[in-house]
């Protein structure tokens, strides 16, 4: 019988595991962390967002430039797919108002207990506190062991699902990195997705307005040409972060490295208004009644919120200007200056990865026959929405599908 090491006890290792043991082959996973699957565990806090409902297109659309790669791997086991996946261990699935989907238990718990007893069941053996490290001279896989014994560990394929490096105490902290490399394994830098921005807001304005939210607001970043993002913004004490955010972050990263380099500072410019072109605005703003603040103005005139408006008063200038066009303007753009991101630490996902030329259609390494990868750590990223998961299933199943494939033939 065929035997394979699964490395990492994440959804795409779990799901390569599955996958391989249904097809007949001997699985071991080893999973650095006392218990799988923490981050998975960890999504389900606030409602398990396993996949989307939207169409293939926009859908893959998210994944935006690997969007050809993952392709494939969508239609090998795509969001329909993990919908009767959840159902069959036992937990259906409903979409929610956004198009979101999310499992019946909206947590990840009892999915994730039904699945770990499939596991079981198809005799995947689970070794716990079991620390891959590297590989020795004969290319075998270097795992520590519970009792903190090193030794090698031989398969006829192994499949890494490491993922990134957010949330490293959750188990994924990006620490393969440096061994792929030194194995010649181009990994592009590891950087933080889906996470908040650093502003360097005025006392007052945290101290008004830290855990406000910015109501359907449309984000893009000045000079990146990528396209608006619409949605609700958090104003935090250290920045803005929430779901448009998060999708403008590869151009807020190019910007940063502008920066960064002495280029243009990297701007957000928030539309506060953006159902309302310019000129109505100007319009409305005509209105002003002589004994108006300029805070009653915009409120009667155009109905900004005390947060909103506190986000005019922090641009530059400071000063509100009073003429309709100007103020239309400042509306329809407020610029922010971003420092930074949050660290990785607290992203909920990572950016960049094992590059995609190290790796042929199957998700085997070139430079490694027999070797596969899956999930987070390879370089690719897509905003929250349920998209994170469901191309981390995916190329579990493709990863394994590669391995079935390859256990087949006589190479
Ligand atoms: C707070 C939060 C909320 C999220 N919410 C959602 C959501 O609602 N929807 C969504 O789609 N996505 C969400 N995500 C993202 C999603 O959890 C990840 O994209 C997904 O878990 C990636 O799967 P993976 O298997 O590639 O990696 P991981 O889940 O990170 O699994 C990797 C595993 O490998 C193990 N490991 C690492 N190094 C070693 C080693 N050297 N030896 C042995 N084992 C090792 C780790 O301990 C870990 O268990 C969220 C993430 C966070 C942090």
Redo the contacts with the bound molecule.
């Keep these: 019988m065929s035997t394979a090491t699964v490395?990492?006890?994440?959804?795409?290792?779990l799901f390569a595991a599955e996958t391989l043991a249904a097809a007949g082959v001997t699985v071991t996973v080893?999973?650095?962390?006392p218990s799988?699957?923490?981050?998975?565990l960890?999504?389900g806090h606030g409602g398990?967002?396993?996949t989307h409902s939207e169409a293939r297109e926009p859908f893959l659309s998210r994944y935006g430039a690997s969007a050809d790669r993952i392709a494939p791997m969508l239609e090998r086991f795509g969001p329909e797919d993990l919908r009767a996946w959840c159902e069959d261990l036992g937990e259906p699935t409903f979409v929610g108002s956004s198009g979101r989907v999310f499992p019946q238990a909206f947590r990840a718990t009892p999915l994730f207990r039904a699945w770990l007893s499939r596991l079981t069941e198809l005799g995947v053996t689970l070794e716990r506190r079991?620390?891959?490290?590297g590989w020795d001279a004969d290319g075998r896989a270097l795992i520590t062991d519970a009792n903190g014994q090193p030794g090698a560990v031989e398969s006829d394929v192994t499949v890494f699902?490491?993922?990134?490096a957010?949330?490293p105490h959750?188990?994924?902290?990006g620490?393969?990195v440096e061994p792929f490399r030194a194995r010649g394994v181009e990994v592009t830098a590891l950087r933080p997705a889906n996470v908040g921005l650093r502003v360097a807001w005025t006392d007052v304005f945290v101290e008004r307005f830290a855990g406000a939210p910015l109501k359907n607001v449309s984000l893009t970043v000045r000079g990146s040409g990528a396209p608006p993002q619409r949605g609700d913004a958090m104003l935090t004490r250290t920045g803005i972060e929430g779901g448009p955010v998060y999708a403008i972050g590869a151009a807020i990263r190019s910007a940063l490295d502008v920066a960064a380099t002495g280029g243009a500072p990297c701007v957000l410019e928030v539309d506060l208004r953006p159902d309302v072109s310019a000129d109505q605005l100007v319009q409305r703003l005509g209105r002003r009644r002589p004994k108006d603040s300029a805070s009653t103005w915009l409120r009667r005139a155009v109905g900004l919120d005390p947060a909103s408006i506190g986000l005019l008063r922090e641009t530059d200038s400071g000063a509100l200007p009073s003429e309709p066009a100007h103020m239309a303007a400042l509306i329809k753009a407020v610029p922010v200056r971003v420092t930074d991101t949050m660290p990785i630490d607290r992203a909920?996902?990572t950016a960049g990865g094992i590059a995609w030329s190290e790796m042929d259609d199957r998700l085997m390494l070139r430079r490694m026959p027999g070797t596969f990868v899956?999930?987070?750590?390879l370089d690719w990223e897509a905003p929250?929405g349920?998209?994170?998961?469901?191309a981390?299933f995916s190329m579990g199943a493709w990863a394994a599908d590669g391995a079935l494939a390859w256990l087949g033939s006589d190479d």
């Design positions: 490395i990492g006890g994440g959804p795409a290792g080893h999973e650095r962390k799988p699957g923490r981050r998975f960890l999504a398990l967002n396993i079991s620390l891959w490290t699902a490491l993922g990134g957010s949330w959750l188990g994924a902290d620490a393969w909920i996902s899956a999930g987070e750590m929250t349920g998209y994170l998961l469901q981390s």
